[in-house]
Structures are given as structure tokens and as C-alpha cells.
């Protein structure tokens, strides 16, 4: 589908070049997780801010290829304003999506990925899955830290 393929490109492209919560937050409140590629040195700092249980704010910094920062701009805006289990489970579906192992069942009702679907392309190139990972890595280990 050369259609699809030129749209997915387009969508990434967009996110690489207008990265949507790009910055930082006030640690604390906010917790800060740092990742890092060292197969092609992409570094990536997400900082999540939780409150009541829901996803208040979300940003990132970091450099990298234009799959990492993408798919990082791309995760901000679907786990935005989520409680925390929903963002969980979007986390889980990418994760899936990216052929990667995921703890626990599958979701009883599918997560829309919408935009996220143009990395999908990404299991064709093994190399390249971890510069689309790494954001959601990272994220991972945020949440990990404040749910402990």
C-alpha cells in the first residue's frame, strides 16, 4: 500500500519536526526517567506528572533519530490526561505492536493507537525497533516509579 506507507512517513515526519510536549517538568512533582540507546545514541528524558491517579503532564527531552523522537512526541499525546491503567494498557498495546514481549494478558477491548500505527512499519527493520521503543521504555520506568 504506497498510499499508506506515504502517509505514515508524512505522520512521522510531523512529529519529528513538530514535536508535540517537548521540555521538561518541575521534578518533583513531576518524576524524571532517563533512557539511552547506546546501538545509535538516541537519549530520551520523559517526565511524568501523575495526580489522583491520572496522567496530568507529560513531556520529554532528550535527542535521537526521527523514530525515537517521534514515537516519543506520538506517546505524549496518547497517554495525556489518561489514568494510569489506560496509559498501561496503550503502553502494553505499542509494546505489542512492536512484537515485544508484554507482562501479563491481553486487553479484553483492543487500544486504538491511532497515529502510533505509523511506527508499525518500524518490525520490518529489527535495528530500528529499539529507537521506536526507547520513549516507551523509558515511560515504563517512570511509571514504575510512581506507582512504587
Not at 69 to 75: D, K, N
Request: with cysteine; proline share 7%.
Amino acid at each position: 500500500m504506497p498510499g499508506l506507507e506515504d502517509l505514515y512517513r508524512e505522520i512521522i515526519l510531523d512529529h519529528y519536526r513538530s514535536p508535540r510536549n517537548r521540555g521538561s517538568l518541575e521534578t518533583p512533582p513531576a518524576v524524571v526517567a532517563q533512557g539511552h540507546n547506546p546501538l545509535c545514541g538516541d537519549e530520551i528524558q520523559v517526565y511524568l506528572l501523575v495526580e489522583n491517579g491520572v496522567v496530568a503532564d507529560v513531556k520529554v527531552g532528550g535527542q535521537g533519530c526521527s523514530i525515537s523522537q517521534s514515537s516519543a512526541s506520538m506517546m505524549t499525546q496518547a497517554i495525556k490526561g489518561k489514568p494510569l491503567p489506560e496509559a498501561q494498557r496503550v503502553l502494553d498495546a505499542f509494546r505489542r505492536m512492536m512484537g515485544l514481549e508484554v507482562d501479563g494478558d491481553a486487553p479484553d477491548e483492543p487500544v486504538k493507537l491511532g497515529d502510533l500505527e505509523a511506527l508499525q512499519g518500524v518490525v520490518k527493520f529489527p535495528v530500528r525497533i529499539k529507537c521506536a521503543t526507547l520513549a516507551w521504555t523509558t515511560l515504563a520506568q517512570a511509571i514504575d516509579e510512581v506507582t512504587a
